[in-house]
Each structure stands twice: as C-alpha cells, then as structure tokens.
C-alpha cells in the first residue's frame, strides 16, 4: 500500500524557518516525483513545489520562489520542504504527493493537484507572533 506521511509542522514566528519531511513507503520512491501542496482554510489547494526523481530538477509555485527549497534523499525515501522568511500567509494544512512511476528521471509535472495520485495526511503550519 502506497503511503506517505509529513511530519515538522508546527507554530513559527514571522521571518522563522521550519523543515517538513515526507517519508514515503510501499512503492518504488525513485520512480516517482514528489510534490508538496497546502490548503488554507477557505481556500483552494495551492501547489507549493515538486522534484524530479532524479532530484536534480525541481518547481516552484510564484508564493514561495526564494524562500523555500524542495529537497529528497533517494536512499531514506523522503522528500523535505525547507521554508526560509515565513509570512502569515503561509499558514496551512500542507500536504506531500506522489506521481508516477515516471522513467524520465528528469520530469518534473506541473504543480496541478489532481495529477498527484498519493497523498498523505498533512501537518499544519501556523505562522504567527
């Protein structure tokens, strides 16, 4: 059964950092690109970033470009989202995502929710003083 689950969200002060890992399990993690997405309450999901297989290419959604930067360690299949300068507006419910298998190494999807077949179940990000 393909899982994933996200784990380091918590309460951060405007201008802090925080590092969410998703660790992934019952499926060939590197064939598969992982995405990062968050939903804040109201609103729509919004695609944050995802990284090619390989790890060698990745995208950004326009809110985060510059601050966070999407990482994955092929050997421990887990996927990390550092988030650098966090504002208020980053708060939300995020969530890692698994497309694939994918055998070009180097495709990276657009950030289009429903093309992501594997969820897991969130972890929450409040940035607030």
């Known amino acids: 059964q393909s899982q994933l689950a996200e784990t380091g969200g918590g309460l951060v002060q405007p201008g802090g950092s925080l590092r969410l890992s998703c660790a992934a399990s019952?499926?060939?993690?590197?064939?598969?690109?992982i995405g990062w997405f968050r939903q804040a309450p109201g609103k729509e999901r919004e695609g944050v970033a995802c990284?090619?297989?390989?790890?060698?290419?990745?995208r950004y959604g326009d809110a985060v470009k510059g601050r966070f930067t999407i990482s994955r360690d092929n050997a421990r299949n887990t996927v990390f989202l550092q988030m650098n300068s966090l504002k208020a507006e980053d708060t939300a419910v995020y969530y890692c995502?698994?497309?694939?298998?994918?055998?070009?190494?180097?495709?990276?999807?657009?950030?289009?929710?429903?093309?992501?077949?594997?969820w897991g179940q969130g972890t929450q990000v409040a940035v607030s003083s």
């Open positions: 019952g499926f060939t993690f590197n064939n598969y690109v």
């Open positions: 990284i090619s297989s390989s790890g060698l290419r990745t």
């Open positions: 995502a698994a497309t694939g298998p994918h055998y070009n190494s180097e495709y990276v999807p657009s950030l289009y929710a429903p093309g992501f077949g594997v």
